[in-house]
Each structure stands twice: as structure tokens, then as C-alpha cells.
């Protein structure tokens, strides 16, 4: 059934004010049309950068046309969320190893998830008829680019998207729907010169500007590779138990960044660490009591004492 035609300009300001009141901090729209990087996506593939990602070889057709996803798909409702806490000092005298910090509150996948489907609900109850698909970044949806397009952000030389009020610490999620809503301007490409990402990454992840090699990347290393971990590689991964942060934390954008009002979004681990000789003591109850609702439980217990152990050659 196609939707019936309200004014589609008052409804996309209607959206968006129901978006901020369900705890959204962005909203955007743009349009549900085909990827314009399906074809490099496809040779990233071919090159094997997305390492053990296996996944990411799944259903190409619906990653990178959201049309496929959502037959009549028209327009794409992009939302974004602030996950930046304020975190204290570790006592030095401790050998802690990091974990990033979207992983220290309460896992996002479900927050943002059920404040889409919320939004979902009412747009269908204002417009009886149309079509919704609802997604995060566990569904096939090139999120980053939609967010781009409807004005989210830009897609930063780290590959990440970068608002210019809230940075990059932000979590997306979007509306595929049959819609014919007006779309926002893109987000315009604020990096300039700036390389500070670039020549951060210790593993050289990001091997020119907008390019990352997944393989190289120690949210990759630290959460999808399994098994050994190459020695080079290693070596340059640093104190970092679950994630990374350092391509954000250079970032210029990010220098002043607020705050996010979400209570779940508080850290659980008020330094952003953990002691290594804790971790490297759990066993799986304890495992299980401190990563309970957490992001984190996306890493077993042996890949998590692995990562521990390689920091501890290097603290």
C-alpha cells in the first residue's frame, strides 16, 4: 500500500521534533538512494580488508541500496545520539588497560534501537499506510553514508562521521521508509588539511585519508579477530583491552566536546580502565557480573584475556 500524502513538510518537522524528545541529539533526512561507494565496498571486500568480518560479505544488495531493504524505500530518517562522558584519572600506581568508551555505559544496540522503533510506531500511526525499516549498525545499512547524506555529519579521513557541534562521539541509528519526505542538505567535508588521525594510529589502520584497513585496526583486533594476533601488530596495540579511541581523541572536533544527557550512557568504569591484573584474574561469573548489559559482551572471556595479556608486555 503507498502512503498517503500529508504535508510532507510539517510531518518532516514533526519527525524531528519527536526524535529529539525520544533523546536523540541529531536528526536528519535524506534520501533512500543507492550507495555511491557500492563498488569500492565491493573491492574492500575483494582485498580482504574487512579481515574475519565475514558478515560484511552478506547481503551486498541490501548494504548498499536501501531500496533493497525496503521495496519503495523513498527517503531515509538518519538519528544520531551523544555517548561522550567525562572520565577520571586512574591512580596511577595501578596497571590499567581501556576500553572505548561507547563500551562503558549500558549497550547502545537496544537503547537506540527501541527509541527508533518508538519513532517508527508514531510515524506510521501519522501516516497509516507507509512503510518503515528500522536499523543500527548490526543491520546491513551503510549507516555512515546515510547519516552523511542527510546532514548528520561528514565522514571523516578516520572513517568516522563528524558532526561539528557534538564531534564524533556519536552513535547512529536510521528510518528506511516509503516516504517521500523532503530531504536536508548533506553534511559538507569540514577536515580540511588536518591528518592528526592519520598519523596517530600506531598501527597505520588508516592507510590514506577516508581509507581504513580493518585488519590493522584495534577495535578490529581487540573485538572481531580471533585467535593469534600478529606479533608487529601486537606490539603497537598498546593498553587497549576493548576498542580504541585514539583517531577520536586527536581529533580537532572533538577537542570541545559536550557531555551526553543520557543517563545510560554513564561509564561503569568511572576511568575508562580496568585493572589488568583483575581482568587477567575473571573467572566467567565475574566475567558475566561486569560486562551485564554492557557492549563489551561482544568479546568473550578468552579473547578479552588475550587482549590483556599483550598489554601486559607493554605496561
Partial sequence: MKCSQPDLHA????????????????????????SVYRDYYAQWLADGKAGDMHYLHRRLDERTDPAALLPGAK??????????????TADEADKTVRVARYALGDDYHELVKNRLYDLADWLREAVPGCQTKCGVDTAPIMEKELAARAGIGWIGKNTNVINPYIGSWILLGEIITTLDLPIDEPAIDR?????RCIEACPTSAITAPYELDARRCISYLTIEKMGDIEPTLAAQMGDWLYGCDICQDVCPWNSKAIDSAEPAFQPRFPTGTLKLADVMSWDLPTYHTATRGSAMRRVKLPVLQRNARLASQFL
Fill in 75 to 88: 527517503t531515509v530518517i538518519s538519528v544520531a545520539i551523544n555517548y561522550h562522558v567525562p572520565l577520571v
Fill in 191 to 195: 577536515c580540511g588539511t588536518c591528518t
Fill in 11 to 34: 510531518l518532516a518537522g514533526e519527525i524531528k521534533a519527536f526524535a529529539k524528545r525520544l533523546g536523540f541529539d541529531l536528526v536528519g533526512i535524506g534520501p533512500a538512494d543507492p
